[in-house]
């Protein structure tokens, strides 16, 4: 029974990281510049998860493997007048269509209201089950 928490757990762990990358993405989705002041448009976060849990090395679960850049081309807008326009006058913004994060965020609300469900009828079925021992 124990393993189920560990699995909800481990889901909403990984959800709420997923949130994390789509809220980055959606605060830059029009940084142009990084922290240095050099102009460097920010690239959209993926998030990618895999099967189960490397520290403890069960399958059972899920975590974050990695978080990708999103190799997509940046968005280009034409701004003559920039100082950072290319030479046909184009500036290149970040790659963030916030259609996408949106629907993206919504999914990965989803998910971890499931997982918390699923974590609340396995506390209510232990609960269950030392009322029967009891």
Known sequence: MFGSLDISTSALIAQRTR???????LANK?????????????????????QGDPA??????????????DPSPLRKMYEPGHPNADAQGYV????IDSSVEMINALEA??????????????????????????
């Open 92 to 95: 290149q913004y970040p790659n």
């Open 109 to 134: 609300s989803r998910a971890y209201e499931a997982n918390i469900t699923a974590a609340e009828a396995t506390k209510s079925m232990m609960q269950s089950s030392l009322r029967l021992l009891a």
């Open 30 to 50: 029009d940084s142009i510049y990084n922290a240095k002041g050099d102009y460097s448009p920010f690239r959209r976060r993926i998030t990618v998860f895999a």
């Open 56 to 69: 403890t090395g069960t399958d059972a679960g899920v975590h974050v493997q990695k978080i990708l850049l």
């Open 19 to 25: 949130m994390e990358v789509i809220s980055a993405n």
